[in-house]
C-alpha cells in the first residue's frame, strides 16, 4: 500500500467518506469507507474481493473434504498408520499403487488395482492411504467397504422406504474410486443374488470408466473362483497388480 491520502468527503450522491491510494498491483483506486465497514484508511478494493475469494474458494475445499471423508468411510484404525516400507517387495507394491494413483489422476479409464495376500500383510492398510490420498490430493470419491457389507447395502433397499436397489447401484458405480475389501468372501450361499450383485456392479463402473481396487486373501489363480469369471475377466484389464506375499505384519498383543 502507497501513496495513501488522507479521507476526504465524499462529494457525491452518498455521503461516504473516500480515500485515494495506489495499489502495486492493481493500481490507483478510490476506495469507499462504509462508516460501518470497519475500514477507517484506504484499502485497494480488487485486493479484498481476490482475498474473500480465496477465502470463500478455501471454505468450499475444506466442505467438499469433509463431504468426502464422510462419504469414504474409510476405517478409523487406520487412519494414523502408515504403510512402512522394507523390502523390495514392500517397494514394489508402494510403486504400483503409485501408478494405479497416477491413472486415476489422469482420468476416464477403467483400472482395477488388485491385492492379494495373506492376513496382515497391510492389504487395507494400504488400500486405505492410497484412498486418502486420492482425496485429499485429487479431490475425488471414494468409498471403502467390504464387498458383503456393499451386498449389505444394496440389499438393505429392498425393506428400505424411499431406496431401490437401482438407486444403491447407481450410487456405487459414482464414487470415482471404489475400494472392495474382502472381495474373495462374498458366497452365493449367504444371500442369494450376491454374486449377481457384484457381477453388475463391477460391470456398470467398467461400462463408465470408474476404477476400482479388489483386496484379495486368495491368490489370483483362484480368484475367479469366488468371484466368478465376468468380474474376474474386468479385473484383468488394464490391472496392476500388487502380491503381498510377506509375513503377517499385525502387531503382537503385548502379554
Ligand atoms: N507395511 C506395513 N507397515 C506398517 N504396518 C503394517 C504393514 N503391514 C501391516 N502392518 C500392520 O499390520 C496391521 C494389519 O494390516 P492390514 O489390516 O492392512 O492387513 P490385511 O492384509 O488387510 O489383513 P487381512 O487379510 O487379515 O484383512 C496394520 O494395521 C499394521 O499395524
Ligand atoms: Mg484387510
Ligand atoms: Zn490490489
Same mark, same amino acid.
Given at each position: 500500500m502507497e501513496e495513501v491520502s488522507s479521507l476526504t468527503p465524499f462529494k457525491a450522491v452518498i455521503n461516504w467518506p473516500q480515500a485515494e491510494g495506489v495499489c502495486p498491483t492493481h493500481g490507483p483506486s478510490t476506495a469507499l469507507l462504509h462508516p460501518r465497514s470497519g475500514r477507517s484508511e484506504w484499502y485497494c478494493g480488487d485486493c479484498a474481493l481476490e482475498a474473500?475469494?480465496?477465502e470463500v474458494e478455501e471454505a468450499r475445499k475444506r466442505e467438499r473434504k469433509s463431504t468426502l471423508d464422510a462419504?469414504?468411510?474409510l476405517p478409523e484404525r487406520y487412519a494414523n498408520e502408515r504403510f512402512e516400507v522394507a523390502t523390495a517387495?514392500?517397494?514394489?507394491? *508402494?510403486?504400483?499403487v503409485r501408478a494405479f494413483r497416477d491413472l486415476i489422476a489422469a482420468g476416464g479409464q477403467w483400472a482395477a488395482l488388485v491385492l492379494v495376500g495373506g492376513t496382515g500383510t497391510g492389504k487395507t492398510l494400504l488400500a486405505c492411504e492410497l484412498?486418502?490420498?486420492v482425496i485429499d490430493n485429487l479431490g475425488l470419491s471414494v468409498r471403502y467397504c467390504t464387498a458383503n457389507q456393499m451386498i449389505a447395502e444394496i440389499q438393505a433397499a429392498y425393506s428400505t422406504e424411499g431406496?431401490?436397489?437401482e438407486g444403491e447401484l447407481l450410487r456405487f458405480t459414482s464414487y470415482d474410486l471404489l475400494v472392495l475389501d474382502e472381495v474373495d468372501a462374498i458366497r452365493d450361499s449367504q444371500s442369494g443374488n450376491a454374486k449377481l450383485l457384484l457381477t453388475e456392479l463391477?460391470? *456398470?463402473r467398467y461400462n463408465a470408466h470408474k476404477p476400482v481396487v479388489a483386496i484379495s486373501n486368495q491368490p489370483l489363480e483362484k480368484l475367479a473362483k469366488f468371484v466368478g469369471d465376468r468380474v474376474f475377466s474386468r479385473l484383468q484389464e488394464n490391472r496392476l497388480l500388487c502380491v503381498h506375499d510377506w509375513a503377517d505384519q499385525r502387531p503382537l498383543s503385548a502379554s
Open positions: 474473500k475469494a480465496k462419504a469414504a468411510c517387495a514392500q517397494k514394489e507394491v *508402494r510403486l504400483t484412498a486418502r490420498s431406496k431401490t436397489e463391477v460391470n *456398470r
